[in-house]
């Protein structure tokens, strides 16, 4: 199938892939005056006496923000918010479909982090959590972090943490696969963007001790010049041996390839100079780091890509429906590290152990067990930590 051509043609005829439905009969006078006024006044006073109450008598509670500025949608770059809109719109319908969750697409016609965040503030009232897409980096860790500050919902950026939770998934297999122990593992993420950022992070909350994040710079290391203040703090906490120059010098020896990055950028000689049985996950797309034939031939054990027309697709749709289903049944106000590390146990969990294989790591973006299991999962680390409100 020509996907772009069918693409073009389903979208026109669809005009969106989202719409309005209601729960609610509007055919008698009656059924009008209690959905719509005088009665619906009654559950407007009730929310006035107390907000909270809005989880009770609205959709809010069920219902979540995408919002995006436009500036870094799938592989396409800064194409503005509203050419973004189809991606938004698919993000919505992916809500809808896996884990019955209402969203809805905000496009801001903006790229300043205040304005940004100003926004979604001003509309927060009328959600339950907010879904980041699609941000830039290095804007989208401030939009991130101002509005998890400032709002008493759930604001997860699923370009980091999403990313992170299914990578992280996938790696809890891997290992298993290669009998290595994620403390004693070294590994070389290599794009330090929103992904690899977020991934690095959460592998080292995991128990990763040994990491070294490359970008154009090469290995980020503290004293390197160039560097924005996320690299700079992400160089802080990583690479411990202070090692320097490109990706072809510091992959010497790695037991773990993460990349979040370029097309083609690690090659097949790189790989042979990695240690014993390596995990490769390459993550660009549409076009990976390296192909698995050649990333295979060149001895690596386990590979992964993004693309689902090979083994072990590491895909987001994986992780967001359930984390948010989890984390609205509970009325989180936050998403945090403990409910991440919890939805990459519990998605690498569905494998069993005696299943577990090279081509193996990682369950379909289909198995109906999946949001069951993450939004289980998520809800109780939840309630473990003291963010839950129910």
Not at 31 to 48: D, H, K, R
Not at 349 to 370: A, C, H, Q, R, Y
Request: with cysteine.
């Amino acid at each position: 199938m020509d996907y772009n051509a069918e693409a073009l043609k389903m979208h026109k005829q669809w005009k969106g892939k989202i719409r309005i439905e209601t729960p609610c009969e509007l055919v008698t006078r009656d059924q009008l005056s209690v959905a719509y006024t005088p009665g619906v006044a009654a559950p407007c006073l009730e929310i006035s006496e107390d907000v909270e109450k809005s989880f009770t008598y609205t959709r809010r509670g069920n219902l979540v923000a995408v919002v995006t500025d436009g500036t870094a949608v799938l592989g396409l770059g800064d194409i503005g918010p509203e050419a973004g809109m189809p991606v938004m719109e698919g993000k919505c319908a992916l809500f809808k479909a896996f884990a019955g969750v209402d969203a809805f697409p905000i496009c801001v016609r903006t790229k300043d982090v205040d304005e940004i965040v100003h926004t979604v503030e001003m509309i927060a009232g009328s959600f339950g959590g907010i879904n980041l897409e699609d941000i830039a980096a290095p804007r989208c860790f401030e939009v991130e972090r101002k509005l998890k500050e400032r709002l008493d919902i759930p604001v997860f950026h699923d370009d980091q943490h999403g990313t992170a939770v299914v990578t992280v998934a996938a790696m809890i297999n891997a290992l298993k696969v290669v009998g290595k122990e994620i403390s004693s593992v070294s590994a070389v993420v290599n794009g330090a963007g929103a992904a690899g950022t977020a991934c690095t992070r959460l592998l080292m909350a995991l128990g990763l001790k040994n990491v070294v994040v490359c970008d154009k710079l090469g290995a980020l290391h503290e004293g390197l010049e160039g560097m924005t203040d996320a690299q700079r703090e992400l160089a802080r906490v990583t690479n411990p041996e202070k090692k320097s120059g490109p990706l072809s010098e510091v992959i010497c020896g790695a037991d773990v390839f993460l990349g979040f990055s370029a097309p083609k950028c690690l090659t097949g000689e790189m790989v042979k100079t990695m240690a014993k049985d390596p995990v490769i996950f390459a993550c660009a797309n549409p076009t990976p780091e390296i192909f698995p034939e050649e990333a295979l031939a060149a001895g690596a054990r386990v590979v992964g890509t993004g693309r689902s027309d090979y083994p072990n697709q590491i895909n987001n749709v994986l992780v967001f429906p359930g984390v948010f289903r989890g984390a609205l049944d509970v009325r989180a106000k936050e998403i945090n590290d403990e409910m991440k590390v919890a939805a990459a146990k519990a998605i690498a969990g569905l494998i069993p152990d005696s299943e577990l294989g090279e081509n193996n790591i990682i369950p379909s973006v289909f198995d109906k067990n999946v949001v069951p299991a993450v939004a289980k999962a998520v809800a109780q680390a939840a309630r473990r930590t003291g963010v839950s409100k129910c």
